[in-house]
């Protein structure tokens, strides 16, 4: 366990340090961290404090809520198969998020982004719970999953094919796939409240997740209040979902790769897993976001086709794996 | 066999025996379609482009023009608003613009090749037109109008005022401004457009070259910030929100914009290569002056 945070860590700085030093300006390491840490009057310091940094903060918040979101659904949903991506919490999230913008309420009350993407990723996740529960197998939960994905795509696009602006249909792909381009502090604060207030949920959930791993009753007779715990995660995971989602579009795959690699090293605990994925979660949208802006520096390529790319061929083999365990 | 032969014959026949009665038909043959078959001064003239309508209203003859774009009567994209609101509106569609009866529709390049080739197909000649990259197609597009509707004369007359004009706005100036123009999704002109030609003429100096993008494209948040422009002209937000123009309220955008003469937008009269452009060359000289007397 030790052994793995003392990779995971490390890791996650040099890439966050990778990440603010990468970018369509041409300056070097160390004067673009003197810049950052220093400020100036140059447009260095602009560069860095405005675009770079709130774009790594962004991916370590995203990523690792995703991480988290992903390992406390499949922990509690006891099904490797859960993923806010996968099954319509993000597309969910999205579609809240494109109302509260085309419909002015955003623009209002900035506030009414995040609040209303998580609204979205609320709705999806209790009818999911509803439709594909503890006893649901994992059958009913990927079907559940796709028909809401396919639902909140479908309006997505027809809210933004509504819109009165020519940009706005455009779009359609960033709320799709995702994009951590051009963001700035502001959706930073926007995003943190309500993911703080996600983690910290999460952080309670720990050892009621473990418990769960030996069956509802004995959970229940170890002294776990299991609608409590059914909460926790729902409201946990709407609020890292929502506030992730409404800044950055819907990002696949993080919450179901990472939870799987990770699974291993912590001895199968799901308690154990969430800190850890958060972690890797934080490192493979630093890594996905960097490899945007290296492949094709001058375009917005999105980070969900990168997601996507390793993250497909995973899904397909745990399919598989889950195919061959109920033969 | 010979069911499927018959048959194969069929599907290859009968096309062409369709295209046969076209031709034979009510329709004019489709082997001269170009421009040059149109009548020497068509009597009733489609224009199915925002560019060509404003061209095509300037120098048409009172009754020749039938008919201009939708986008026409849009006072947000179009400078002449108000004129087109008295011709009768196309949306680019083949089928109400075959039922206008026209005997030349003019077309710009960036129309939809499918309904060109359909009016051509239908025997209607369409005279095709480039858009505006320089100040010197200006002059161009409306000779090329002037020949197209039979108004030479005319066209020659507004060509010579438009450059009678466009040489008194041209300014001795010491210091030029470095300017970005700077649109949704960081898309950015170069010098060699419309809009570049616009602001060098009015006297800023562009930093898209300068950065690397002479014919413009999409310029990163970061070179803008790091070009460290005087000026920051952007186009006006659409109605409805979009992502895409977000970026014009980012931070970094809103500290180059937060100078004296405040934000800078390009409106209706950037858009076509037409002599609206002298308005806007003169709304920039005007704002260059304000900032030199800063």
């Known amino acids: 366990m030790t052994r793995l945070y003392a990779l995971l860590v490390p890791l996650v700085v040099v890439l966050c340090v990778v990440s603010l030093t990468t970018g369509p300006a041409d300056v070097g390491m160390a004067e673009s961290l003197r810049a950052l840490f220093a400020g100036g009057e140059g447009p260095m310091t602009l560069v860095m404090r405005e675009i770079r940094l709130p774009r790594m903060l962004l991916a370590v918040m995203i990523g690792g809520s995703l991480g988290l979101a992903g390992a406390a659904m499949q922990g509690y949903l006891r099904n490797p198969l859960a993923e806010p991506g996968l099954i319509g919490v993000s597309g969910s999230a999205a579609l809240g998020a494109v109302i509260a913008i085309q419909t002015g309420l955003s623009a209002a009350f900035a506030l009414a982004l995040p609040l209303m993407a998580l609204a979205g990723a609320f709705a999806a996740v209790l009818i999911l719970l509803a439709m594909a529960g503890p006893r649901g197998g994992s059958l009913t939960l990927i079907l559940a999953g796709i028909a809401i994905s396919a639902l909140a795509a479908a309006l997505t696009s027809l809210v933004l094919n509504l819109s009165p602006n020519p940009f706005a249909a455009n779009e359609i792909v960033f709320w799709m796939m995702g994009s951590l381009a051009d963001r700035s502090m502001v959706h930073v604060w926007l995003a943190l409240p309500f993911m703080a207030l996600g983690w910290v949920i999460f952080g309670t959930v720990g050892r009621g997740l473990d418990a769960l791993t030996l069956g509802e009753d004995a959970a229940a007779s170890m002294g776990i209040n299991l609608v409590r715990l059914q909460w926790g995660v729902v409201i946990a995971t709407a609020c890292v979902v929502g506030a992730g989602t409404a800044v950055a579009g819907a990002i696949g795959f993080v919450g179901l790769v990472v939870p799987h690699i990770l699974r291993p090293f912590t001895g199968g605990r799901p308690g154990a897993l969430l800190l850890a994925s958060a972690l890797g979660g934080a490192a493979m949208l630093l890594a996905s976001d960097i490899a945007v802006r290296v492949i094709l520096p001058g375009r917005d390529l999105k980070l969900g086709v990168l997601t996507a790319l390793v993250g497909a061929p995973f899904f397909l083999h745990l399919v598989w794996k889950v195919r061959r365990e109920r033969a | ?294």
């Open chain 2, 1 to 294: 066999m010979g069911l499927r032969a018959t048959l194969v014959a069929l599907a290859v026949l009968l096309p062409s025996a369709v295209a046969g009665q076209g031709h034979g038909g009510a329709l004019r043959p489709t082997g001269a379609v170009a421009s040059d078959a149109a009548p020497e001064r068509p009597r009733r003239v489609v224009s199915m482009n925002l560019c060509t309508d404003q061209l095509a209203m300037m120098l048409a003859a009172p009754g020749q023009l039938v008919s201009v774009s939708a986008l026409s009567t849009d006072p947000r994209s179009s400078p002449m608003a108000e004129q087109a609101a008295g011709y009768a509106v196309n949306h680019g569609r083949a089928e109400e613009i075959w039922l206008m009866e026209p005997d030349l529709v003019i077309a710009g390049s960036f129309t939809n090749r499918a309904t060109v080739d359909m009016l051509r197909r239908l025997g209607v000649p369409v005279a095709v037109m480039e858009p505006a990259y320089s100040l010197a197609q200006v002059s161009d597009l409306m000779h090329e109008m002037g020949r197209v509707l039979g108004r030479a004369a005319e066209a020659e007359a507004a060509v010579a005022a438009f450059e009678t004009r466009l040489d008194a706005l041209r300014d001795e100036v010491e210091a030029r401004p470095r300017a970005a123009i700077y649109h949704a999704n960081g898309y950015t002109s170069g010098d060699r457009t419309l809009a570049g030609e616009i602001i060098a003429l009015a006297g800023f100096d562009n930093i898209a070259a300068e950065a690397g993008y002479p014919m413009g494209g999409v310029m990163p948040l970061e070179i803008l910030a790091m070009a460290d422009p005087d000026i920051v002209i952007s186009g006006q937000p659409y109605p409805g929100a979009s992502r895409s123009e977000e970026i014009l309220g980012h931070p970094v955008v809103r500290a180059l914009r937060d100078t004296a003469v405040g934000a800078v937008l390009t409106d209706r009269d950037w858009v076509c290569g037409t002599p609206q452009v002298l308005n806007a060359i003169e709304e920039m000289r005007d704002i260059r002056r304000r900032m030199e007397a800063e």
